[in-house]
């Protein structure tokens, strides 16, 4: 088992800045992929960044050039610099990890005010 826990969240005027962070309870190296999905009220649950082992990332149309994901295997985080947010951007944001199955965490808000 693994557990996945994020941080960063809060509440924001648009334009500014977040760092999301995700810390797993144990080493992320056999992880073949990272991810931050988000989902809004109302919503379904999208991908928003994705990070192979190798390091290549993928974005979702709306986020790409504002943000950008990470991964420190050594520190067992995957983050996600949030730039020029929008209130578009308002949702629950969860990490997600797989390592022969799927983990997530518990999710953090993000609130962007216009």
């Known amino acids: 088992q693994v557990q996945l826990v994020e941080s960063g969240g809060g509440l924001v005027q648009a334009g500014e800045s977040l760092r999301l962070s995700c810390v797993a309870s144990?080493?992320?190296?056999?992880?073949?992929?990272m991810a931050w999905y988000r989902q809004a009220p109302g919503k379904q649950r999208e991908l928003v960044a994705f990070?192979?082992?190798?390091?290549?990332?993928t974005y979702a149309d709306s986020v790409k050039g504002r943000f950008t994901i990470s991964r420190d295997n050594a520190k067992n985080t995957v983050s996600l610099q949030m730039n020029s947010l929008k209130p578009e951007d308002t949702a629950v944001y969860y990490c997600?990890?797989?390592?022969?199955?799927?983990?997530w965490g518990q999710g953090t808000q993000v609130t962007v005010s216009s």
């Open positions: 990070i192979s082992s190798s390091g290549t990332t």
């Open positions: 997600n990890g797989w390592d022969q199955r799927g983990y």
């Open positions: 144990r080493s992320i190296f056999s992880f073949t992929a």
